[in-house]
């Protein structure tokens, strides 16, 4: 019941978000076939476009067309080139995903070690170097890295993307530095988490209760406190994955990445809006799939939510 529940949740949310984006489509003044056209094109040119996406037909039945060719895998028209964009927007969502993917991986990578060793130890130094971290911008490190690393040592290509199909090397190469730049930010920050609630776990008398029975303290820490402390930082590793989604529009931007923030970038420069609403709803799809997902891992790990209703 609580996972149909939480579904449902997804469900209504989506719905919502949905119409929500379309009317804000729509309330964009300016007819968008005349956009498209430019504003030489003749009145005749203009309604001829207008019938051919059927930008004339209600509301109600432009929503549902929308919505429906969403389900169906079809994204719709472009206003700019009037060329079909599923294929353009399903091979950018696996750029986009790689580069977040990959992001999220190495910053926990790094933060749960780190973490755990600050809890232990204190460094003050560490933890100074993760408030700055956390309050540098990541398209600032990514502009520093290519400065350095690309520029000045000429060890990494400054920009541009290469499918790892085409050169598996090459792939690797331009996604060191986006990668990196992302990750370093998101690491700082929940470092910081893991490292409170890695202490706060510590702190506990059944950590205490298997210290007196003779663990060791990572013993004690492993068997006993990883899973509670697991929890907070779940949620904020799901918060935080949504703040790579955004972040990594600009991310793109910088190293020239063909992904859905630069399409998104160019839709909105051009006043495409059937892209545009079409990568805002991917976009809000992707947040909440990852919120639903954090929210029923949440009751894997903590059984206690599976009995609440």
Same mark, same amino acid.
């Given at each position: 019941?609580?996972?149909?529940?939480?579904?449902?949740?997804?469900?209504?949310?989506?719905?919502?978000?949905?119409?929500?984006?379309?009317?804000?489509?729509?309330?964009? /003044?300016?007819? /968008?076939?005349?956009?498209?056209?430019? *504003?030489?094109?003749?009145?005749?040119?203009?309604?001829?476009?207008?019938?051919?996406?059927?930008?004339?037909?209600?509301?109600?039945?432009?929503?549902?067309?929308?919505?429906?060719?969403?389900?169906?895998?079809?994204?719709?028209?472009?206003?700019?080139?009037?060329?079909?964009?599923?294929?353009?927007?399903?091979?950018?969502?696996?750029?986009?995903?790689?580069?977040?993917?990959?992001?999220?991986?190495?910053?926990?990578?790094?933060?749960?070690?780190?973490?755990?060793?600050?809890?232990?130890?204190?460094?003050?130094?560490?933890?100074?170097?993760?408030?700055?971290?956390?309050?540098?911008?990541?398209?600032?490190?990514?502009?520093?890295?290519?400065?350095?690393?690309?520029?000045?040592?000429?060890?990494?290509?400054?920009?541009?993307?290469?499918?790892?199909?085409?050169?598996?090397?090459?792939?690797?190469?331009?996604?060191?530095?986006?990668?990196?730049?992302?990750?370093?930010?998101?690491?700082?920050?929940?470092?910081?988490?893991?490292?409170?609630?890695?202490?706060?776990?510590?702190?506990?008398?059944?950590?205490?209760?298997?210290?007196?029975?003779?663990?060791?303290?990572?013993?004690?820490?492993?068997?006993?406190?990883?899973?509670?402390?697991?929890?907070? *930082?779940?949620?904020?590793?799901?918060?935080?994955?949504?703040?790579?989604?955004?972040?990594?529009? *600009?991310?793109?931007?910088?190293?020239?990445?063909?992904?859905?923030?630069?399409?998104?970038?160019?839709?909105?420069?051009?006043?495409?809006?059937?892209?545009?609403?079409?990568?805002?709803?991917?976009?809000?799809?992707?947040?909440?799939?990852?919120?639903?997902?954090?929210?029923?891992?949440?009751?894997?790990?903590?059984?206690?939510?599976?009995?609440?209703?």
């Amino acid at each position: 019941m609580t996972y149909l529940k939480a579904l449902a949740k997804f469900v209504l949310t989506l719905f919502a978000a949905s119409v929500a984006i379309f009317l804000l489509m729509r309330a964009v /003044p300016g007819n /968008p076939a005349r956009v498209a056209l430019g *504003v030489n094109a003749t009145d005749e040119a203009v309604a001829e476009l207008t019938q051919t996406l059927g930008l004339d037909r209600p509301l109600f039945t432009q929503y549902f067309e929308w919505v429906g060719g969403l389900l169906s895998g079809s994204f719709g028209t472009s206003l700019s080139s009037q060329q079909d964009i599923t294929p353009l927007v399903l091979d950018r969502a696996q750029v986009s995903l790689i580069l977040v993917g990959l992001a999220i991986v190495l910053a926990l990578a790094g933060a749960v070690p780190m973490g755990m060793w600050l809890a232990r130890t204190g460094n003050t130094f560490v933890s100074a170097l993760t408030q700055i971290g956390i309050a540098v911008p990541s398209f600032l490190v990514g502009i520093i890295m290519v400065a350095f690393f690309a520029v000045r040592l000429g060890w990494l290509p400054a920009n541009g993307w290469i499918p790892p199909d085409q050169n598996f090397g090459g792939f690797i190469a331009r996604l060191i530095m986006p990668v990196i730049s992302l990750a370093l930010v998101q690491g700082a920050m929940l470092t910081r988490y893991v490292r409170s609630s890695i202490v706060d776990v510590m702190d506990q008398d059944y950590i205490r209760t298997a210290r007196a029975l003779g663990l060791s303290h990572a013993e004690a820490l492993r068997r006993h406190g990883l899973r509670n402390a697991a929890l907070p *930082v779940l949620t904020v590793t799901g918060l935080q994955l949504t703040t790579l989604i955004v972040g990594a529009v *600009v991310i793109e931007s910088v190293f020239v990445i063909p992904g859905l923030g630069s399409m998104l970038l160019d839709a909105v420069s051009n006043r495409d809006l059937t892209t545009v609403q079409t990568l805002v709803m991917l976009l809000v799809f992707f947040t909440l799939a990852i919120n639903l997902a954090t929210d029923l891992a949440y009751r894997v790990i903590d059984p206690r939510l599976k009995e609440k209703r």
